[in-house]
C-alpha cells in the first residue's frame, strides 16, 4: 500500500525520533503495525488514568517490550524510569528495538524521557492524541502532521478495495479530508465489506466512530471473562457499584502485585455508600490507603466494623497498621478466628518469639500452598526468608528465598519490588554462605534499574553490593557505596548504615572519620527506636575497638546480648569485642557463639577487618591459617606469618612458579617458565639474584626451588574445588585472571589452561549462577551464552539477556562469516 510506505519510509528514514499528530482517524495505527511487519516494535497504549502515574505507565512499557523481545526481562510494579535504566544498561544486546507509544493524555514526563533513549540507540515513534504533549513533540521530534498524513489521490485508489468507481474514490477521499482512518471505513461501507478493525497493542479495535454502548453490566462480565480485573473494577466503582466488592476479590490481589495501590485507593474512594462499608471494601481500602500514607481516611470505618465483627482478613491487615504491642494482640484475635495465608503470615511477622515466629511463618507458607495464591506463597516465604536472615539462619534463608525467587519467575507475577527485595535478601544470605557466584552482575543491574526511582529499595541494593565489595576485597569500593548510601539516607535509618560505613572507614585507616561517623550515629540512633539506638552503639564500639580505647567493650557488649538485634549485627560486635577484649570468648552469649563458629570465612571477612588487626580473631573461629599465604587471582598479595609483604611483578610470578610445583622447581625450568619468547634469559648471576631477593622476604630452599613452610595459594584451591565438582565455589574464588599483567609464557599458559578448565566445568555443571557470572565475564563466547539460556529458568530476567546475548553474537558471527567470504575485488591496468 502506497500511503502506508510512505509513512513507514518516514519512520526508518529518520535521525530522530517521529512525532504523529493525527491519532486513528489519520490512520496512525495502521502505520505503526505497519512498522511492526518490518522492525521489531515495543507498542504500548496510554490513557488518562495513568498519566502521572510512573508505575502503570511503567507496566505498559514493561509489557510492550517483553512482548516485543518473548521474554520476561522488565519486571512489573517498577516506575517507568527502572525500565528506561535497564533498556540503557542493555541496550548492546536489546537492539534493534523501536518504542512505539500511543498517548491519549500529556504523559509529558514519560515522554521526555523516552525521548533520551534515541541517545543509546532505540528508536522512538509516538502517537500523540492529546494537545499537551504536542508542543514538547516540536522541540525534539520529526513531526509528521495532518498535511503529511493526508492521503493523496494516487494513494487512495491503492489503498481501497478495487471495484470502486474513480468518481466514487474520488468523493470519499474529498469527504473524509485525505483521513485515511476515515476514508478506510467509508470504503468499506460502500463496498459492502466487514467493519475496518483499528490496529492497537492489546487487539485490533473497532474504529471509534463506528462503536455502539454496551449495557455497564454486560461489559463487566465480559472483562473479567477476558481477565481484565483492573478494567473492571473502574467500570464497576463508576457504573455497577454493587459488584465492587465482588470484583475486589481478584481486582485487589491485582492492583497491589502491579504497584497500583495509589490508583486503588483513588477509586475506592470514589464508592457510594453503603457499598464503602461491605467488608472486602474495606479490607482493599485500608490497604491502599496504608500505601499511600492516608490512614486518616479509612481507621474509624475500619475500627467501627471491627468492634462488631470478627473479620479476621480485614483484622489481620489493621494488626499491620497498629505499634507492636496492640498490632500483636489484634494478630493473635485475627488468626484465632481463622487461620488462613494473611492471618498466620501477619501473626507470625508481628510474633514477638523468635522460634514460635519462625513456626508460624512455615505454617502460613504451608496453608498458603494448599489454600492461597502464589502471590500469598511468595509473600509469605519471602518473609520467613528475612526472618531466618534476621535470626542468622543464613543457610536456610538463602535456600527459601531462592525457592521463593524461583516460584516468583516461574508463576511469572508481577510485583516487581517485591522480587528485587527478595533478591536482595537472597544475596544477603549468599554472601554470609560464602557463596558469590553469579551475584554482582545481578546486583549490580537491580541497583542501576531502581537508581533515581525507587530510592529505598536502591539504598538497600547499594549496601548489599557493598558487601560484595568487602567479600572480594575492594574495600575502597565498598566506601564510595556506603558513603552515598549514609549521607542519603532517611534519619531513621543513618544508624544502619553508619556501622557499616565505620567499618569500611577502619579498614582504610581513616579513623577520625569513623569516630565521626559514629558519634553522629549515637546521638541520632539515641532518638530513636531501641534498635537505632544499638545500632549506634555498635558503630561506635567499631571505632573504639579499632582504635584501642577500652570503652568498646561496653559498647559491644550490650548489643551481642540484645537478643531481638538483627544477628548480622550481632556477629559484628561479636567480632570486634573479641578485637577489644583480647579474645574473651567466653563472654560471648552461647547463640552467638554457635552463630560465630558456623560463620563462613567469607562472612568473618565482610563483618570485620582490616585482616592484620583480625586475623588473630578469625583463627580461634576457622581452620589454622597456613604460615605463607599467597592471592595471584586478578590481584596479588602476599602475608607471612601473618604479615603483609609486598612482592614486586618479577618476584610475584617467581613466587607463583614455585607455588605451582610443590616438588620444586629446577633453575631452568624456572627460566623457561619466566622468559618470554623473542627475550634473552635469565643469566645464571641474574636467577641468583632474583632468588636472593625472594629469600629477604620469604623462605625459599636452594634448587631444585621451592617454598619450606606449608603455603595455601587462591589458584591452588581453585583447582582442588574444579577436581572436586566444586563449580560455584571455584566460580566465586576466580574473581581475577592469574596475574593477569604477567606476559612470562608459564603463567600464560597456565592462565588459560584454568580458564578453559573452569568453562568446561560450568558447561558441564549447568549451574545457571555461574555460567551466567562466567558468561558475563567471558563477553562473548556463544556456547557459554547458549548454555546460560538453557540452564535459566522460564521468568528470570537474565533468561531475556542470554537470550538477547545469544542473537547478537549469532548476527554477529554471521556477518564476520559473510565478510570473510566477500569475494576481492581487484583492479587490472
Do not use: K
Not at 544486546?93 to 524521557?113: E, F, V
Amino acid at each position: 500500500m502506497v500511503w502506508l510506505n510512505r509513512q513507514v519510509e518516514t519512520v526508518i528514514g529518520a535521525v530522530r525520533p517521529v512525532a504523529f499528530l493525527g491519532g486513528e482517524p489519520y490512520g496512525v495505527p495502521f502505520v505503526i503495525d505497519a512498522l511492526r511487519e518490518r522492525e521489531r516494535v515495543a507498542w504500548c497504549r496510554l490513557g488518562p488514568r495513568a498519566d502521572g502515574d510512573p508505575v502503570a505507565q511503567g507496566n505498559a512499557l514493561a509489557r510492550a517490550v517483553n512482548d516485543a523481545l518473548g521474554d520476561a526481562l522488565l519486571p512489573l510494579a517498577l516506575p517507568f524510569r527502572a525500565h528506561l535504566q535497564a533498556l540503557g544498561r542493555h541496550s548492546a544486546d536489546i537492539l534493534p528495538l523501536r518504542i512505539a507509544l500511543t498517548a491519549t493524555a500529556p504523559h509529558l514526563t514519560l515522554i521526555d524521557a523516552l525521548l533520551d533513549l534515541q541517545h543509546v540507540g532505540f528508536g522512538v515513534v509516538l502517537d500523540l492524541r492529546h494537545p499537551g504533549a504536542q508542543d514538547l513533540a516540536r522541540e525534539r521530534c520529526l513531526v509528521v502532521g495532518h498535511d503529511d498524513l493526508a492521503v493523496r489521490a494516487v494513494e487512495a485508489r491503492a489503498a481501497l478495495p478495487g471495484g470502486l468507481p474513480d468518481d466514487v474514490v474520488e468523493a470519499m477521499l474529498a469527504s473524509s479530508g485525505g483521513r485515511f482512518g476515515h476514508l478506510l471505513s467509508e470504503a468499506h461501507r460502500v463496498a459492502g465489506l466487514p467493519r475496518v478493525l483499528v490496529p492497537d497493542p492489546a487487539g485490533a479495535l473497532v474504529d471509534a466512530a463506528e462503536a455502539e454502548a454496551v449495557e455497564p453490566a454486560l461489559v463487566l462480565q465480559a472483562l473479567r471473562r477476558d481477565g481484565d480485573v483492573l478494567g473492571a473494577l473502574e467500570l464497576a466503582v463508576l457504573r455497577v457499584p454493587h459488584a465492587v466488592d465482588d470484583v475486589l476479590r481478584q481486582a485487589g490481589p491485582r492492583y497491589q502485585e502491579e504497584g497500583l495501590l495509589a490508583r486503588l485507593h483513588v477509586l475506592l474512594s470514589a464508592v457510594p455508600e453503603p457499598y464503602t462499608l461491605r467488608e472486602r471494601v474495606l479490607e482493599w481500602r485500608l490497604v491502599a490507603a496504608l500505601a499511600v500514607g492516608d490512614l486518616a481516611s479509612t481507621l474509624a470505618d475500619v475500627d467501627a466494623h471491627l468492634r462488631a465483627h470478627a473479620a479476621p482478613a480485614l483484622r489481620a491487615r489493621r494488626a499491620g497498621t497498629l505499634p507492636h504491642g496492640r498490632g500483636f494482640a489484634e494478630a493473635e484475635a485475627a488468626v484465632g478466628s481463622a487461620r488462613t495465608p494473611l492471618t498466620l503470615w501477619q501473626y507470625g511477622r508481628l510474633h514477638p518469639h523468635p522460634q514460635r515466629a519462625l513456626e508460624l511463618l512455615r505454617e502460613s507458607v504451608q496453608v498458603a500452598e494448599d489454600l492461597g495464591s502464589r502471590f500469598e506463597v511468595v509473600r509469605n516465604a519471602t518473609t520467613f526468608a528475612a526472618r531466618l536472615l534476621h535470626v542468622g539462619e543464613f543457610a536456610r534463608a538463602a535456600a527459601w528465598a531462592r525457592w521463593a525467587l524461583d516460584v516468583f519467575d516461574q508463576e511469572q507475577l508481577r510485583d516487581g519490588a517485591r522480587r528485587l527485595t527478595l533478591v536482595n535478601d537472597l544475596a544477603v544470605a549468599r554472601i554470609m554462605c560464602g557463596d558469590l557466584a553469579g551475584l554482582r552482575g545481578t546486583l549490580e543491574d537491580a541497583q542501576a534499574m531502581v537508581e533515581g526511582s525507587l530510592p529505598d529499595v536502591a539504598t538497600l541494593l547499594r549496601s548489599t553490593l557493598a558487601y560484595l565489595e568487602l567479600a572480594e576485597g575492594r574495600t575502597a569500593a565498598a566506601l564510595a557505596l556506603l558513603e552515598a548510601t549514609y549521607h542519603g539516607s532517611p534519619r531513621r535509618m543513618r544508624a544502619r548504615y553508619a556501622y557499616q560505613l565505620v567499618r569500611v572507614l577502619v579498614e582504610l585507616g581513616r579513623h577520625d572519620v569513623a569516630a565521626t561517623v559514629a558519634a553522629d550515629a549515637v546521638e541520632i540512633g539515641g532518638a530513636g527506636e531501641p534498635h537505632e539506638r544499638l545500632q549506634g552503639l555498635l558503630a561506635r564500639g567499631i571505632a573504639r575497638a579499632c582504635a584501642g580505647d577500652p570503652g568498646a567493650s561496653d559498647d559491644l557488649v550490650e548489643v551481642l546480648m540484645a537478643h531481638d538485634q538483627v544477628m548480622e549485627q550481632r556477629l559484628c560486635a561479636a567480632l570486634h569485642y573479641l578485637l577489644a577484649s583480647g579474645g574473651a570468648a567466653h563472654n560471648l552469649p552461647a547463640d552467638v557463639a554457635d552463630a560465630l563458629r558456623a560463620l563462613h570465612p567469607v562472612a568473618l571477612q565482610v563483618l570485620s577487618g582490616p585482616v592484620e588487626r583480625f586475623e588473630a580473631v578469625w583463627s580461634t573461629l576457622t581452620r589454622p591459617s597456613a604460615h605463607l599465604e599467597f592471592a595471584f587471582l586478578g590481584r596479588t598479595s602476599c602475608r607471612y606469618r601473618g604479615d603483609a609483604v609486598t612482592l614486586p611483578p618479577r618476584l610475584s610470578e617467581a613466587a607463583l612458579a614455585l607455588a605451582l610445583h610443590p616438588e620444586g622447581i629446577t633453575r631452568e625450568q624456572l627460566n623457561v617458565f619466566l622468559t618470554p619468547e623473542g627475550q634473552p634469559p635469565f643469566t645464571p648471576g641474574g636467577m641468583r639474584g632474583m632468588l636472593t631477593r625472594l629469600r629477604v622476604l620469604l623462605p625459599v630452599s636452594d634448587a631444585p626451588y621451592r617454598f619450606t613452610v606449608p603455603y595455601r595459594a587462591d589458584v591452588l584451591e581453585a583447582r582442588t574445588l574444579l577436581a572436586a565438582g566444586q563449580v560455584r565455589e571455584a566460580v566465586t574464588l576466580l574473581r581475577g585472571r592469574l596475574l593477569p599483567d604477567s606476559e612470562a609464557p608459564g603463567i600464560e599458559e597456565q592462565r588459560l589452561v584454568l580458564e578453559e578448565e573452569l568453562r568446561q566445568a560450568a558447561l558441564h555443571a549447568a549451574d545457571p549462577d555461574a555460567l551466567f557470572d562466567l558468561a558475563e565475564r567471558l563477553v562473548d563466547d556463544i556456547e557459554c551464552w547458549e548454555a546460560t539460556a538453557a540452564a535459566l529458568a522460564a521468568g528470570d530476567p537474565r533468561l531475556a539477556l542470554a537470550r538477547a546475548r545469544v542473537r547478537r553474537l549469532e548476527r554477529e558471527y554471521a556477518h564476520a562469516y559473510d565478510a570473510r567470504r566477500a569475494p576481492v575485488r581487484t583492479s587490472v591496468d
